[in-house]
């Protein structure tokens, strides 16, 4: 799926991703590809990523999540 992590100031990240696991406001929540669509807001938190069996996370200082189509759109207030 594509995940794309975007801030008011900058594109963070762009690519295709495994999974993604999210600071959700109950607690950290997993996509996997095929996931619903959906949007949720997000907490200040760890956002990790995988590629190919490597891990990568990011600092996120709130946001916004969309789902749709296999697309991961992530509008983050900063990452940290």
């Given amino acids: 799926m594509n995940l794309e992590i975007i801030t008011p100031d900058k594109k963070v990240f762009e690519g295709e991703v495994d999974s993604i696991i999210l600071p959700g406001k ?18 200040k938190g760890d956002l990790t990523y995988d590629i190919k069996g490597k891990t990568e996370t990011i ?22």
């Fill in 26 to 43: 109950n607690g950290q929540f997993q996509l996997l590809k095929d996931h619903a669509p959906m949007v949720s807001t997000l907490l």
């Fill in 59 to 80: 600092i996120v200082d709130g946001g916004v999540l969309e789902v749709s189509k296999n697309r991961v759109l992530v509008l983050a207030e900063a990452v940290i």
